[in-house]
């Protein structure tokens, strides 16, 4: 109920994590299951589900995803998350009823790329998060691309990444606080080895999370250790963190090859909490909705009022009585035939069969 705003809101595994553990640790004087916080997430927290399935019966829980299914020809494509798979799952044509009854034109405006679309992107560290951001349609409201990795940016998303910002695009780094987080922030402006920038991106805001943030929000931390001979504090201020921040995440030196200070994931915040915290990030940079230029609005209203005009001829065309259509007695065969080592779907063929038995009757009646 806390990490799900009581239950209004989708919460991750991680999540819950958070708001269990001081608890777990209280009741049993314990600390050692967080040293591997996959244990709660991948272990208790389903058995627990699969357990008490009455008590959990409305939990609104999610997991990432973890892989896609792509179904033939539809072109849809779905994550393999408790979310995805869910509505997916909804969404199943159970019946093939096709009717001309409710024809409408298609009006969208077809973009592609920042252009006319978006001025921003948020990118987040972690995938988890995804489900939470669709629910409560963040990239609709602010018009903002949404990017996520696991971990550090791979070389595809760099390479997304320049080119964005040589658009002119604003990319919003939402990260842990954690030595991690900060080189994930370092590194969208840093060349790597596998990855060099041609033009290096100007356009890279950090929306956090800082120690701030963290503390203000009075965020549970937790214990990280560095395995390295040298002082991690050193790479931490190369990335920009402040000396308040180096003495958090580094506090003290253990032996010659290990370090330990505090963290503070995103996943500490509930899911209110997070997207409260959020919206206020958004708008102390100024993330707005895009407006297009003049010019641009005349076309598409142009192109809108076009657009009516013809649904309106066509819904006066639809209540026209239509003569009666005689079907083929072999369609089947002659679909199978059309089907004979070709990629189309069944629909596609029966298209094509019913235009050429158009084009024949047209002939035939001169």
């Known amino acids: 109920m806390k990490a799900s705003n009581h239950g209004r809101l989708p919460a991750n595994a991680r999540q819950i994590m958070y708001a269990a553990r001081p608890l777990i640790i209280a009741l049993t004087g314990k600390s050692s299951p967080w040293k591997h916080s996959s244990y709660f997430t991948q272990t208790l927290l389903p058995d627990f589900l699969a357990e008490h399935p009455d008590l959990t019966e409305e939990w609104d829980v999610v997991f990432d ?5 792509r179904e033939p020809h539809t072109g849809q494509e779905i994550g393999l998350g408790t979310l995805e798979v869910r509505e997916y799952l909804r969404w199943w044509t159970s019946a093939l009823t096709p009717s001309l009854g409710d024809v409408d034109l298609p009006t969208a405006i077809q973009t592609r790329g920042p252009a006319f679309r978006y001025q921003y992107v948020l990118f987040v560290e972690k995938e988890g998060f995804d489900p939470l951001l669709r629910q409560a349609q963040m990239a609709e409201r602010y018009d903002l691309g949404i990017m996520s990795t696991k971990g550090m940016t791979v070389t595809a998303a760099r390479f997304l990444i320049e080119r964005l910002s040589q658009a002119g695009v604003t990319i919003l780094v939402l990260h842990d606080f954690d030595k991690s987080g900060l080189e994930i922030l370092d590194k ?3 060349n790597t080895r596998r990855y060099q920038y041609g033009t290096t991106p100007t356009t890279v805001m950090d929306l956090g999370l800082r120690l701030a943030d963290a503390q203000a929000m009075n965020l549970e931390s937790e214990r990280v250790s560095y395995n390295c001979k040298v002082d991690p504090r050193e790479n931490l201020r190369r990335c920009g963190a ?3 921040e180096c003495a958090f995440l580094v506090q003290r030196r253990l032996d010659a ?10 996943n500490a915040m509930d899911s209110q909490q997070f997207l409260d915290w959020l919206t206020q990030q958004l708008q102390a940079v100024g993330v707005h909705k895009v407006v297009p230029d003049d010019e641009t609005l005349g076309r598409a209203y142009q192109y809108y009022h076009q ?3 013809l649904q309106a001829q066509l819904v006066a065309m639809m209540q026209e009585e ?45």
Do not use: C, S
């Open 65 to 69: 995803a973890r892989g896609h299914f």
């Open 188 to 190: 969208f402006t840093a």
């Open 242 to 244: 402040k000396p308040e």
């Open 257 to 266: 090859h290990h370090w330990e200070g505090e963290r503070v994931e995103l």
């Open 307 to 309: 657009a009516a005009t």
């Open 322 to 366: 239509m003569p009666p259509v005689v079907v083929p007695d072999d369609l089947a065969e002659q679909l199978q035939a059309r089907l004979q080592n070709k990629t189309e779907a069944w629909d596609e063929a029966l298209r094509y069969l019913v235009l050429q038995h158009i084009e024949e009757q047209e002939r035939e009646t001169g």
